[in-house]
């Protein structure tokens, strides 16, 4: 009666952890991974970020989403920025059309303040959120 109904059983060869071929943190070359970060008042990391040879570059705004194209992760300010797109979310803005266009992109929402709960979705939209203070 049920005779259209076949398994396919296949059987499959077993991985363990020392079959993965992956090079250690060391080995990265950390200059090939674009970080951008877009905050108005600078990024009180960048030195940090550029000793330890991360390709970093700072930028107080953008005017175009466009602009973000060529970053792997990018670091985004709530107040303050996106001020070009007319938006009272400014930043989550940002986040948000970052998102529209370049799903795949790392994005972490980076603020000191504390928002409304009107920005929530903006939050959770972003891959990671963090403090400003954070070490």
Do not use: W
Not at 46 to 61: G, R
Not at 88 to 95: A, C, L, P
Request: aromatic share 14%; hydrophobic share 35%.
């Amino acid at each position: 009666m049920f005779g259209f109904f076949k398994r396919n059983v296949k059987i499959q060869k077993k991985f363990d952890i020392s079959d993965l071929r992956v090079g250690s943190i060391e080995t990265i070359d950390r200059n090939k991974f674009k970080i951008l970060c877009i905050d108005d008042q600078g990024f009180q990391y960048e030195h940090l970020l550029k000793n330890h040879d991360f390709n970093l570059k700072v930028v107080s705004d953008i005017e175009d989403i466009n602009a973000v194209e060529a970053y792997d992760l990018i670091v985004c300010d709530i107040i303050g920025v996106g001020k070009a797109f007319g938006s009272k979310f400014e930043g989550g803005h940002i986040i948000s059309e970052i998102k529209k266009r370049y799903p795949f992109k790392k994005v972490i929402a980076f603020s000191g303040s504390q928002f409304n709960p009107e920005f929530n979705k903006y939050f959770t939209l972003s891959d990671k959120s963090l403090n400003k203070d954070t070490e």
